[in-house]
C-alpha cells in the first residue's frame, strides 16, 4: 500500500470521526455524541485516573520526547 | 472566563510550540501543562464509586443535563451498543491502522508508513503547527477531565 494511500485513509478516518458528531447532532443525540463519549470514558475514580495518565503520556511522547 | 481559558490555553500552546523535544524547556512547558490540568481534574474528581451511580451519571447526560443532548432516559437505554456503534468502528479503525502502519514501517520505512506520531513530526516542524497540536491536547484534556 502507497504512502498515498494510506494518507487518505487517515483522512478518511478523520472524516469519519467527526462525522460520528455530526451524525450525533443530526439525530438529536440518538446516537452518542463526543462529549458524551469523554464523560463516559472518565465515568468513575478508576477510569478518570486510567484516562489522566493516558492523556499525560499523549503530551509527553509528542512535545517532550 | 471563557475568554481568560481561551487566551491563557492560546500562550501556553505557543509557548509549547516555541519549544524542541528532548530538551529541559520541553520537559518544563509539559509538565505545567500536566499541572494546570491536574488542578482541572481535581475540581471534577468523580464523586460516585459504583457502577451503577456511574451509570446514572451516563443517563443524565443523554437526558440532557450534559454535553450528550436532550434524548429520552428509556429511548437512550433501548438504543443500547448501537448508540456507540459509530464511535467503536471508527476508533477501532484508528487502532487498525495505527497498529498496522506501526508494525509494517519496521520493515518498510516509516516514511512510506505513517502513524499518527509521524504524521505529527511533520506538523511540529513549524511553531504554529506544534502549538495548534499542543492546543488541541489541551482541549482534548478539558473534554475529558472538565465537568
Do not use: N
Not at chain 1, 463526543?34 to 499523549?58: N, S
Not at chain 2, 499541572?35 to 437526558?63: E, F, H, N, Y
Not at chain 2, 443535563?65 to 448501537?82: D, H, I, K, T, Y
Amino acid at each position: 500500500m502507497s504512502r498515498t494511500a494510506l494518507l487518505a485513509a487517515w483522512a478518511a478516518i478523520g472524516l469519519l470521526l467527526v462525522g460520528c458528531e455530526v451524525l450525533s447532532v443530526v439525530t438529536r443525540r440518538r446516537y452518542a455524541g463526543a462529549l458524551e463519549l469523554l464523560a463516559r470514558l472518565t465515568a468513575g475514580p478508576v477510569r478518570f485516573v486510567v484516562v489522566f495518565l493516558g492523556w499525560m503520556w499523549l503530551g509527553w511522547h509528542f512535545f517532550a520526547r | 472566563m471563557t475568554g481568560v481559558v481561551l487566551a491563557c490555553s492560546g500562550a501556553y500552546a505557543w509557548w509549547v510550540g516555541t519549544t524542541t523535544p528532548f530538551t529541559t524547556q520541553a520537559d518544563v512547558t509539559v509538565a505545567v501543562g500536566f499541572a494546570a490540568m491536574a488542578l482541572v481534574a481535581g475540581r471534577s474528581w468523580p464523586r460516585s464509586t459504583t457502577p451503577s451511580a456511574a451509570k446514572s451519571a451516563d443517563v443524565g447526560i443523554a437526558q440532557g443535563g450534559g454535553a450528550g443532548g436532550g434524548m429520552p432516559q428509556g429511548e437512550s437505554a433501548g438504543l443500547g451498543v448501537r448508540r456507540w456503534a459509530p464511535w467503536l468502528v471508527a476508533i477501532g479503525l484508528v487502532v487498525a491502522l495505527e497498529l498496522g502502519t506501526y508494525f509494517a514501517g519496521f520493515s518498510g520505512g516509516r516514511h512510506a508508513f505513517p502513524t499518527l506520531s509521524s504524521l505529527s513530526d511533520t506538523v511540529e516542524r513549524s511553531t504554529g503547527g506544534q502549538a495548534v497540536l499542543a492546543w488541541l491536547w489541551l482541549v482534548l484534556g478539558w473534554g475529558l477531565f472538565h465537568r
